[in-house]
């Protein structure tokens, strides 16, 4: 290069600029709460302490309720499988071959946030409480559908007995609504003193984050006549320049 042209060149456009960023605290793709896979419990009902309170709600939203035509309603032993000593229980369940509209254990969950949703409970008959039960869903409330899937037949005994149900197939219905209320219906009950409790009512979900925005994580105005960067997120951001340049300026 001859001594003309380095004459011209300006300094400060002659600097090398280095930038030591820590790329593993630049995630590809978004981090979310839970477990590896993006999984999160977002809503959970032990009952513990008598209560239909949820012992977890991420939302804010969680409500449990029952239907009324259920009757004695009282918390009692519970899953000795699961995390805690007390359950929810109803007699009275629906002596007929398909639900009543009356009678059914609701959750109530905010999936505003949530997406590929799955649910998990744990049940227990007495010797004439129902043989069946089966999961509806809403989003506003009034009008249920079933899920087919959920449709399940119980053992004639009175042991505990967990349930897991995928309910990712219902992401274009359900995900993103504020408020989608779930009713297990009992059914098939022997006899109208039969219970049916329920407990650890598990909700799990992928975290639906928006994609990550373009953030400036380094910037050198040169105000102040220094190299020092104006902004530097990573607390390591340099600017140098080549020996064989001169006349700083």
Known sequence: MSSTRNSTIRPWLALLV???????????????????DGEVTFALWD????????????TGNAVASAGSGLGNESFVAGNPAGTSGTSWSFNNWAQTDEPDATRYFEFAVDLTDYTNVTLDLAERRSGTGPLTF???????????????????????????????????????????????????????ATGATGTWRIDDVTFDGLVDLPPPEPVTFALWDFEGATTDPAI??????????????????
Do not use: C, K
């Open 18 to 36: 280095t930038v030591a960023l820590a790329l593993s605290l630049l995630p590809a793709t978004p981090m979310v709460a839970g477990a590896d």
């Open 47 to 58: 009952f513990e302490g008598a209560t239909t309170d949820p012992a977890i709600d991420l």
């Open 134 to 188: 089966e999961i509806h869903y809403s989003t506003d409330g009034t009008d249920f559908t079933e899920i087919p899937a959920t449709l399940t037949t119980l053992p004639n005994n009175t042991n505990w007995r967990s349930h897991s149900f995928d309910l990712s197939g219902l992401d274009d219905a359900i995900a993103g609504e504020p408020s989608v209320q779930f009713r297990i219906y009992g059914y098939n």
């Open 232 to 249: 530097d997120l990573t607390g390591n951001a340099v600017a140098s320049a080549g020996s064989g340049l001169g006349n700083e300026s």
